[in-house]
């Protein structure tokens, strides 16, 4: 059977996006997305412009899968973090529990400082995506309590 | 896994195509992106060979329409088919809302469909899931070759439950759209059962 879906309150999104926010102001980055493994973006901050942030989560995320079981051949769990540094903007992810915290940063940041600063925000951010995952789902409260069939039909007309 | 965010009012399942080698997976997401409006899809991300052969995943994010006030949108991802890519298969079939397995219906290739489907369901295992107890569709493509197995017989051997099994020509989108169509509905149908 699948997974419980994940639910992700208003409340709850605007504190990561403040969160997230906080960050991008500390670590000069461009932007700060929060992703799920599998690859479903949760929570993005930051100067987007024509950035496509859900193909961007999506790759991450396989990035840090292929990584990691490329890590797991040699012995480790997985890699904390990765680094890719281009010419003129880079990329750094952190896996944070079930989650990757990306920053996109230039050259008004650092390496270093973007990577500090995420450090400093994993627990927090760590322990909301806690609460949200371990939330019982009221399922009162989904917007599948009183889908129909013909809801769900009137998708594929 | 199945996120549903209050706040964009965004629904979002992953569907994962599977199935051997060359069987015509990426085809169905070529089709899909070609034939839909770019309003409603993302972009088709294809990480491949250079004879486009799929190294690691295809990726397109599609929006179905809303439900309820909530836009629901399919992430779509293809598998790399050929054998030794597994350890790949298994990464992408993390977080798997429902699957269509994709079967060659080419006599030769039949070996391969159920070396291929007998992956699908060790690896499903692997990640903590049962093919038995998931949104599942079984398309048999290439239909319009010569040197075919005839649908009962195909479905016959491959079928695992009592899926939806559609018949497909990928190449000229024959059947594609019917294949989404009954995965997405399985998935929708198994989040509303809560």
Partial sequence: MADTPILLHERQYHQLKAVLARLRMDASARVVFLVDKDG?????????????????????????????G????????????????????????????????????????????????????????SAMMDEIVNAPNDISDSPFAEITD??????FQ | MTFINYASREINCKIVYYGPGLC????????????????????????????????????????????RGFKTRFHLYTVPGQVFYDASRKLILKGVDGVVFVADSQEERMDANIESLHNL??????????????????????????????????????RRKEEPVVEAVASTGAGVFDTLKAVAKQVLTELRKG
Avoid: C, W
């Fill in chain 1, 70 to 125: 490329m890590a797991q051949l040699i012995g480790e769990k997985e890699f904390p973090t990765l680094s890719h540094e281009g010419a003129h903007e880079s990329i750094h992810i952190s896996v944070v529990g079930r989650m990757l915290l990306i920053v996109v940063f230039d050259e008004r940041s650092s390496l270093g400082l973007v990577k500090l600063r995420s450090k400093q925000v994993s627990q927090q951010l």
């Fill in chain 2, 24 to 67: 015509g997976k990426t085809t169905n997401l070529q089709h899909i992106f070609e034939a839909t409006a770019p309003q409603a899809r993302g972009k088709l991300i294809s990480l491949a060979t250079e004879t486009d052969r799929t190294l690691f995943f295809d990726f397109m994010p599609l929006e179905l329409g809303t439900v």
């Fill in chain 1, 40 to 68: 479903q973006e949760i929570a993005v901050q930051g100067e987007i412009g024509n950035l496509d942030t859900t193909s961007l989560a999506s790759l991450a995320a396989g990035n840090v899968a292929a990584t990691g």
């Fill in chain 2, 121 to 158: 369901e060790e690896n499903l295992k692997a990640q903590g899931y049962d093919l038995m107890k998931l949104p599942y569709v079984l398309q048999l493509n290439k239909r319009d070759l010569p040197n075919i197995i005839p649908a009962i017989d195909i479905a016959a051997e491959l």
């Fill in chain 1, 150 to 155: 013909e809801d769900i039909d009137s998708l």
